[in-house]
């Protein structure tokens, strides 16, 4: 009788013509995103004496220092009707999800070298779910901005309903950023430097401890080319109501985040395929 011969491995390579991340794909592999997604939370809170209280901390504590530096000290105002420690507890809990979506993100693929170069799986998966903790942290910090909100008394309109999208519209806007970021990482390890210092700068350059008012009128134009600035604008404009509905300034953002999806999605699609010899 003769030896049954061995099987023929099944090898799983990517759709290589494929210009775009297919969905159906990453459908597919839903396991591994939820898993994947559910260990970077876990990681980072293990063996954390606070815990997932960070979430609440970092932005409460980050806008008490700029409450008494900026607010009390430089006088710097807040919007009208808004107590400058809501104002900067607000800007801060949306500056920490776009920072710490950003870094996590731009350096996931270097950080999974070991996965990435033993197994195939729609790589695009990487910065996905390393975005999940900083919007896990995301939802526990906004507990803090309604807290100051009840506790300085600011009256909440009917368009804070409209906050889920806004704060989609921002993930979409990081995601589409950190996918450049993060399959240029993979050849150019300078995008490790690169990060830090553009969130620094970033911070500075955008609305979040002072109002978009206090930009000369005559640079307000250039000034809303970051779309941060529509970002912001628009998280205050749904959680206090005390400006017009800033139409102009939140374009920048909406086609920014189309723009950076689609061009982003395209060049990691194709850079990934040499992600396994490269990194």
Do not use: C
């Not at 008012?213 to 307000?220: D, G, S, T």
């Not at 628009?234 to 102009?248: E, K, M, N, Y």
Request: hydrophobic fraction near 55%; glycine fraction near 6%.
């Amino acid at each position: 009788m003769m030896e049954a011969s061995a099987a023929t491995p099944r090898v799983i390579e990517p759709d290589t013509g494929s210009r775009f991340p297919s969905l159906t794909e990453i459908w597919r592999h839903r396991d591994l995103v939820y898993y994947l997604a559910r260990r970077e939370v876990m990681a980072a809170y293990r063996q954390s004496v606070v815990g997932v209280f960070w979430a609440i901390l970092q932005p409460l504590l980050l806008a008490t220092v700029f409450s008494v530096f900026l607010g009390l000290l430089a006088k710097v105002p807040s919007q009208p009707g808004v107590p400058y420690p809501v104002f900067a507890v607000s800007g801060m809990v949306l500056w920490i999800f776009i920072q710490g979506a950003l870094q996590n993100a731009s350096e996931s693929t270097v950080a999974n070298e070991v996965l990435i170069s033993k197994v195939y799986f729609p790589r695009i998966i990487i910065p996905l779910t390393s975005m999940f903790k900083p919007a896990f942290d995301f939802v526990f910090a906004f507990l803090v901005v309604i807290g100051a909100m009840l506790i300085y008394g600011v009256q909440f309109h009917v368009q804070i309903v409209v906050m889920p999208a806004v704060f989609l519209l921002t993930a979409a806007t990081v995601f589409g950023a950190a996918l450049w970021l993060s399959a240029l990482n993979v050849r150019y390890r300078d995008i490790q430097q690169v990060v830090p210092f553009l969130i620094l700068v970033g911070l500075f350059i955008s609305p979040i401890t002072y109002p978009f008012n206090l930009v000369p009128e005559n640079l307000q134009l250039v000034y809303a080319l970051n779309p941060v600035v529509g970002l912001a604008e628009a998280s205050r404009w749904a959680l206090f109501g005390t400006t017009d509905f800033p139409a102009l300034v939140i374009l920048v953002p909406i086609v920014g985040s189309i723009v950076l999806l689609v061009s982003g999605a395209a060049y990691f699609q194709r850079a990934e395929r040499g992600f396994a010899d490269v990194i």
